[in-house]
């Protein structure tokens, strides 16, 4: 199980950090991700980590603003969104992928897990 917390509303220009914890049986994972949906639009990729060396991946949208990062001992992953916009607007989602390659790393498909979303509002 997934569980994403830390969302919340706050100003343009301001700061969040969500976190995403495993819970129960835990497996070794290839990497996690988050995700966002915004009303009236498509699941869009935001950022992944690789579970193994830690390699990063960003959308161009959040690349300077964001930070993805992992406590493996924790089996947890976080997302420091700095900067934040109204288009960040969103709920955000954490997922896990248990296998896959870089090439995919961006698509919702590549994930087996999924937490259950924590919306994310930034007001102008």
């Known amino acids: 199980q997934l569980q994403a917390f830390g969302g919340g509303l706050v100003q343009a220009g301001g700061s969040l950090r969500l976190s995403c914890a495993a819970s129960?049986?835990?497996?070794?994972?290839?990497?996690m991700g988050w995700f966002r949906q915004a009303p009236g639009k498509e699941r869009e990729f935001v950022a992944a980590i690789k579970w193994s060396g830690g390699s990063t991946y960003y959308t161009d949208s959040v690349k300077g603003r964001f930070t993805i990062s992992r406590n493996n001992a924790k089996n947890t992953v976080y997302l420091q969104m700095n900067s934040l916009k109204p288009e960040d607007t969103a709920v955000y989602y954490c997922?896990?992928?248990?296998?896959?390659?870089?090439?995919?790393?961006?698509?919702?498909?590549?994930?087996?897990?999924w937490g259950q979303g924590t919306q994310v509002t930034v007001s102008s």
């Open positions: 129960g049986r835990t497996f070794s994972s290839y990497a």
């Open positions: 997922a896990k992928a248990l296998r896959g390659i870089q090439s995919t790393i961006r698509l919702p498909t590549t994930y087996h897990y």
